[in-house]
């Protein structure tokens, strides 16, 4: 008996209609973004006391949130209806990440057919899967592997020829970043490695010319690696066995949610992938939620041998 979700998505994301209509609104938030990262890192740098260090760090890694926000409207060609600005919006947003806008564009869509399926259950341990790796491979990924993988495959495809997809693929069963390769084609691996390029001329001068001690750069994004990592599973770990309900939407403070550009809506993101940043809050039943810090706490458990009894998968609002 097959416990695998069937997905109602195609295997390439539609063009929608109205897509990018945010898009002067995007622009504007992307250069707030520019000077807030400089910003952030300058007052870090500059920070006399590490009591003074610990909030400005919140901020920033908060305020990356929402550059990844800005990227993931890229993903799904929201951030301007022109694909060309689209595009860039992407890459600038990619640049400040650490890593190349279409090896997560990509990963992405992905993400959305397979969600929940095995390939996207780091909770689990399925029969054909070894336990001590799987909880390495989890922690590794939670605690900011998920973020250092994205910064060091891009560089490491320059020296990794296309043909090499076929093998990195066949890990997909059970690992949703091994899986997404089947989406690339020759053109994405080219335009990837060309980001990369970029992504090491613009950190390589940043860390050659850049006002910013490179002791600073690596203290906040150590807190960023790990704040967006444990981001990217906290909406769907423990969650239906459903392609498109197996997340939750997430109840923060106004302020970060905010500086997420409302990434919390992640449940209702997945119901209307075509909906605008923007207009997401509006769209959200927010009943329909639990609170950040208990899907926190939830972050921390380790992976358990995958249940026969799969109710204690059913949602649980409060």
Known sequence: MSFEPQSPLPAVEPVYRGLGRYGRQNLVVCGAQIVAWA????????????????????????????????????????????????????????????????????????????????????????????????????????????????????????????????????????????????????????RMRVEALLLALFWGGILAWGPWRWETLAVAYVAFAYHWSVLQWIYHLRTPLDVVEGAYNLRVPTPIRLLWLNFNCNLTHHRHPALPWQELPAKTDWKESQPLWYRYGLMWLPPVPFPEDRSGLEKRYF
């Open 39 to 190: 910003a952030l890192l300058t007052a870090i740098d500059r920070s006399p006391s590490v009591w003074l260090t610990i909030p400005l760090l919140f901020v920033f890694c908060a305020v990356m949130q929402g550059v990844f926000t800005l990227m993931h409207e890229y993903f799904h060609k929201n951030a301007h209806k022109h694909p060309a600005t689209n595009y860039v919006v992407g890459v600038v947003g990619a640049l400040l990440f650490g890593t190349s806008a279409t090896l997560h564009r990509i990963n992405h869509w992905g993400h959305h057919v397979r969600n929940r399926t095995s390939a996207e259950r780091g909770e689990f341990v399925h029969p054909g899967e070894g336990y001590p790796g799987k909880v390495l491979l989890y922690y590794f990924a939670t605690m900011g592997g998920l973020w250092l993988s994205g910064v060091l495959f891009p560089v490491a495809s320059l020296l990794i020829p296309y043909r090499s997809v076929a093998w990195l693929r066949s890990k997909a069963e059970f690992n949703t970043y091994s899986a997404a390769f089947a989406q690339f084609g020759p053109r994405d691996w080219t």
